[in-house]
């Protein structure tokens, strides 16, 4: 997972937008309504399939984010091995 506010100081996670007190475990990033990246798993697709589809005119509510959470939890996407 590679969210673009994700960053390293020092080998140690850090969260450029302060998110978890700017020290993100990468399961609070697998949580994260900020992430913005590669998507984790389906529910990221649909979102974003939705925000093209609607051209951003639809913003997410709090069910979106459940939605996106739950389908991420269920079919999230696997990570390519380094
Ligand atoms: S997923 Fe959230 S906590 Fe993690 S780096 Fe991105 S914005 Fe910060």
Do not use: W
Not at 61 to 68: A, H
């Amino acid at each position: 997972m590679s969210c673009i506010h994700l960053g390293k100081l020092a080998d140690e996670r850090i969260c450029t937008i302060n998110k978890f007190g700017g020290k993100p475990t990468e399961a609070n990033c697998m949580e994260c309504k900020d992430y913005d990246g590669p998507s984790r798993g389906v529910g990221d697709t649909v979102k974003n399939v939705i925000n093209k589809a609607t051209g951003g005119k639809i913003k997410p509510c709090g069910g979106c984010q459940k939605r996106r959470e739950a389908l991420n939890k269920m079919m999230g996407y696997k990570k390519k091995e380094e």
